[in-house]
Structure formats: C-alpha cells, structure tokens
T-cell receptor, first 117, second 111 residues
C-alpha cells in the first residue's frame, strides 16, 4: 500500500515552454501532498505544500507564479513549471501524506527529471 | 529555521559489516523518519518513529528516537551490496505535517 506515482518520469523541453508534472496517490487519499526539488548530490528541498481544495503554501524563495500547483482531488496534485529556463532543470519529487492527522509519514513518487534546453 | 545535522556524509564499507548513521538537531521533533534513495528514484520510507526512546526494527535495520527528541540513529547490520544508496533522516512535527530532511549519508558497500 501507500503507492505514489509521478508522470512523466523524465521530460526535456525548450526554454520558455511550460511543463506539467502529475503526482497521484494510487491506493490512498491524500489531503496533503508536497513538492520537492533535488539537485545532484543534494538533499530534498521542499518547494510547496499542496492541500486539496485550497491554495498551495510555498516555501520562502519559491516563486508561486512560476511553479503553479493544483490539488484538485484527493489523489492528484499537479506542478506546472511555467516559462521554464535551464536553471529550472532538476529532479522534482512529490510526496503524499498518509492520514489526515499529525501523522507525518510521507510516501514519495519516483521523481521527474526535468531538463530545459 | 529547523535544521538537521546528519553524519557521516558518506561511508565505504565491506559487505557484511554493520553500519551506523545519525541525525541531530537543536530543535525537538515529534517524529523521526528514515528514508533510502536509490539513484534516479524517489526516497523510500524505511522506518518511522513516534515516541521518544522508541527503538524499532525493520529486518536488518534498527532505528531509535532519541530520548531528548533531538536525535535519531539508524543501524544496518550485516550489510549487503543492495544496501548501497543515500539514506536520509527526516524530522516531523510541523503544523502541516511537513518534514525537515538531513543532507543524507551516502553508503557504498564493497562486495
């Protein structure tokens, strides 16, 4: 149980275009999902917290107009990187929180490798 | 903000050896979690700890939640080649259930 999928697993796009990444909880409902980015040989950096039916909460330094997050259902959150630039190239990972209380167990998707040329 | 200090940064061990890594913080956490990440993959949850002093095992893995709630360790016994990867600790307890991650411990196992 507690399986999270991401699509696509990798994407290459041209500078200036937008890219949408999907995160799905396959066998449970997640009221809260998280989006992280990870640069090579570094730890996970939380970008934003996505709550179903409400606006996402962005971490300091993350541009909300550039990284659009939509959490329209209890099993799906999407991250759209708008007007992507080469510096946005990174490994983007989502996670979904199991349970609605203070239980902080997060289950991660397999990640999406974004390369902007 | 809250930060976790994870050590060691990397380890090179022989197959069959035991491994120990730990995380410390100046802040108190309500939960500690340990994840393993393989290259190009998302982290996989190994062990979750919820009570100060709790000692939990998962196969060859054992983790403990420090009594002060400011630290945790992970032990791997009798390491095997598939233990290779990056291990992250994470402290939890934020209002939205967010986690604070350590910088990771890269484990290499020589057959």
């Amino acid at each position: 149980g507690a399986v999270v999928s991401q699509h696509p697993s990798w994407v290459i796009c041209k500078s200036g275009t937008s890219v949408k990444i999907e995160c799905r909880s396959l066998d449970f409902q997640a009221t809260t999902m998280f989006w992280y980015r990870q640069f090579p040989k570094q730890s996970l950096m939380l970008m934003a917290t996505s709550n179903e039916g409400s606006k996402a909460t962005y971490e300091q330094g993350v541009e909300k107009d550039k990284f659009l997050i939509n959490h329209a259902s209890l099993t799906l959150s999407t991250l759209t990187v708008t007007s992507a630039h080469p510096e946005d190239s990174s490994f983007y990972i989502c996670s979904a929180r199991l349970g609605s209380g203070r239980d902080p167990e997060q289950y991660f998707g397999p990640g999406t490798r974004l390369t902007v040329t | 903000g809250q930060q976790l200090n994870q050590s060691p940064q990397s380890m090179f061990i022989q197959e069959g050896e035991d491994v120990s890594m730990n995380c410390t913080s100046s802040s108190i956490f309500n939960t500690w979690l340990w994840y393993k990440q393989d290259p190009g993959e998302g982290p996989v949850l190994l062990i979750a700890l919820y009570k100060a002093g709790e000692l939990t095992s998962n196969g060859r893995l054992t983790a403990q939640f420090g009594i002060t709630r400011k630290d945790s360790f992970l032990n791997i016994s009798a390491s095997i080649p598939s233990d290779v990867g990056i291990y992250f600790c994470a402290g939890g307890g934020g209002s939205q259930g967010n986690l604070i991650f350590g910088k990771g411990t890269k484990l290499s196992v020589k057959p």
